[in-house]
Each structure stands twice: as C-alpha cells, then as structure tokens.
C-alpha cells in the first residue's frame, strides 16, 4: 500500500459516503470505490460494511482506522521536520572557540542571537586549541569557529572579523616594569622569559620590535592559564588589552606597549561552502554583524 491508501480510507472512514468523500479526494466514486478495495485485497479482510443506502466500517475497519491515521499523523510530522530543517529552522551546530572570543563577548552575543531567532536549532560550544580548528572546519567535524587572527586557514574557510583589539603586556605586580611607566619599550623586554598565549602573533611581534630573539619558557594554552603562571612570577605575556578589563588575577599588573598598536581580532571561521542550512542560516548572522573596536 501506498500513503495515498491511507488517506482515501481514512477520509471514507471518517465520511462514510463515497461521493462526498471522493469530492474532498479530487477523485471520482468509482476510482475510490477501486482504491478501498486494493486495500481490502492488501489486507485480506473488508473494511467497509456497503448497503445501497449506507457505508459503515467493520470491527476491523475501526481497528485499521486508528492505525492508519498514525501513520498519516507520522508523516505529517516528518514532512514538517523535513521543511524546517530545509529551511533551517532546525538542526545541530558545533562551534569551537578560544578563550579570547568568549571574554571578547561576541561568542555569547552570536549564540544568543541566533537561538533566540531559531530555537529548535541545536547549539554545541566547547573550547578548542586554536591551531587545530581550521582543520576540524574543513573536515566538517566543527561547523564554525570562533579564533583569534591573524591564523592560517585554508582556502576553502572564509573569515569574518567581529572584533577588534590590540596586545598588552602582563606582568607579575612585583617585575620592576609594572612599577613604572604605563608604556613598556621593546627593547626593554629582552632578558624576559615569555610565557606565549595561543595566538603567538603579539609576541612574536614584541621581540621583532625589539630586535631580541624570544626566550618561550612556557606555553600553556589558554589565557587563564597564561596568566596563572604570569601570576606566579614565570615571566612575562603579550595578551588581548581587553583581559585588562575582564580578567582579575592576584599579582598580576598590565602595561601598554610603546609604539603603534599591535592590532589583533576576533574572528568567525566557516566553510566557503557552506550546505547546512542552519549552519548557513547561523554563517548569514554573522556576516551581518559590525565588528566591535575595544
């Protein structure tokens, strides 16, 4: 049987008139008088009791009634999820991020956004090593990333800048520069160990300015963990200007960098590509967005 069946018996069932109900079908009563018996032959057993001057349905016409308007309800159910995750109205997206995004607030503000707007889709976040995200895009286990620039990316990702910050230099409260001047030269920091932050770029770019080769005693990863170790007198870091604002740790004192600003932003990564329509619904409101200057 086919789900056409279904319904031409389920609206004799409910009409038990073959006129009316083949003029609500758009067939003629003969053609549904040939469908219910297809059915009939199907199941083996009559469904319809048929007089002259009535239609009524059997014991098993009643049991099969019920049944079969399950099956069309299942399938009006179906069809509907079918349109909405068409349309993107519904779905999963996985998004990785770093630290950085999250305190920068652009992470929260995107989510929030699009959830408030779909809020059938399904939204997974999870923290991530920023060097290893490109890859996870590409290769579709990770749907959009939230990552510091500058970073290399394939060709196939796109990225758009949400916003924009500049390096600072944080520095353990009793280090010699954080009781001076709010501007700390380049040149001053090349007998410092650098405890080096996942997006490197700032650092690198203090010791080029300084003309020093970096001395890296560490690496830990995220910037709490940067400045946890900041904190405990390691060394020194090049970090975000906005974790001033944001993140407050013992011991720990920021300083300005002397010279033009070390520019850094907060970026969403995505496959140029894109065929998920929740993904590209989700990809649309970010394109839309401003990005921010801190």
């Given at each position: 049987m086919?789900l056409?069946?279904?319904?031409?018996?389920?609206?004799?069932?409910?009409?038990l008139?073959?006129?009316?109900?083949?003029?609500?079908?758009?067939?003629?009563?003969?053609?549904?008088?040939?469908?219910?018996?297809?059915?009939?032959?199907?199941?083996?057993?009559?469904?319809?009791?048929?007089t002259?001057r009535?239609?009524?349905?059997t014991?098993?016409?009643?049991?099969?009634?019920?049944?079969?308007r399950?099956?069309?309800?299942?399938?009006?159910?179906?069809?509907?999820?079918?349109?909405?995750?068409?349309?993107?109205?519904?779905?999963?997206?996985?998004i990785?991020?770093?630290?950085?995004?999250a305190?920068?607030?652009?992470?929260?503000?995107?989510?929030?956004?699009?959830?408030?707007?779909?809020?059938?889709?399904?939204?997974?976040a999870?923290?991530?090593?920023?060097?290893?995200?490109p890859?996870l895009?590409?290769g579709?286990?990770?749907?959009?990333?939230f990552?510091?620039?500058?970073?290399?990316?394939?060709?196939?990702?796109?990225?758009?800048?949400?916003?924009?910050?500049?390096?600072?230099?944080?520095?353990e409260a009793?280090?010699?520069?954080a009781?001076?001047?709010?501007?700390?030269?380049?040149r001053?920091?090349?007998a410092?160990?650098?405890?080096?932050?996942?997006q490197?770029?700032?650092?690198?770019?203090?010791?080029?300015?300084?003309?020093?080769?970096?001395?890296v005693?560490?690496?830990?990863?995220?910037?709490l963990?940067?400045?946890?170790?900041?904190?405990?007198?390691?060394?020194?870091?090049?970090?975000?200007?906005?974790?001033?604002?944001?993140?407050?740790?013992?011991n720990?004192v920021?300083?300005?960098i002397?010279?033009?600003?070390?520019?850094?932003?907060?970026?969403?990564?995505?496959?140029?590509?894109?065929?998920a329509?929740?993904?590209?619904?989700?990809?649309?409101?970010?394109?839309?967005?401003?990005?921010?200057r801190h």
């Amino acid at each position: 049987m086919e789900l056409r069946h279904f319904r031409y018996f389920v609206t004799l069932a409910e009409h038990l008139h073959f006129a009316r109900a083949a003029e609500l079908l758009n067939i003629s009563p003969p053609t549904l008088t040939v469908q219910i018996q297809e059915i009939e032959r199907a199941l083996s057993v009559q469904l319809f009791k048929r007089t002259k001057r009535s239609v009524s349905l059997t014991s098993a016409g009643k049991l099969f009634l019920e049944e079969a308007r399950l099956v069309l309800a299942q399938y009006a159910r179906a069809e509907s999820v079918g349109r909405r995750a068409g349309r993107g109205e519904i779905g999963r997206i996985e998004i990785g991020y770093v630290g950085s995004a999250a305190y920068a607030g652009v992470l929260q503000d995107q989510i929030d956004r699009f959830s408030t707007r779909w809020p059938r889709v399904d939204i997974l976040a999870r923290e991530l090593p920023m060097e290893g995200l490109p890859s996870l895009i590409e290769g579709g286990q990770i749907d959009i990333g939230f990552v510091r620039l500058p970073m290399a990316y394939p060709r196939s990702l796109q990225a758009h800048i949400l916003f924009r910050d500049h390096f600072c230099l944080a520095l353990e409260a009793r280090h010699p520069a954080a009781m001076g001047p709010e501007m700390v030269l380049s040149r001053s920091l090349a007998a410092e160990s650098f405890i080096v932050p996942e997006q490197e770029a700032g650092s690198h770019e203090v010791a080029r300015r300084g003309r020093f080769q970096m001395n890296v005693v560490s690496r830990p990863g995220s910037l709490l963990s940067v400045l946890t170790q900041v904190s405990l007198g390691a060394g020194v870091a090049v970090v975000p200007s906005l974790v001033r604002d944001i993140v407050r740790i013992p011991n720990v004192v920021f300083r300005r960098i002397a010279g033009k600003p070390i520019e850094s932003e907060v970026a969403a990564v995505f496959r140029a590509d894109e065929k998920a329509n929740a993904v590209r619904n989700f990809i649309a409101q970010i394109q839309e967005t401003v990005s921010q200057r801190h």
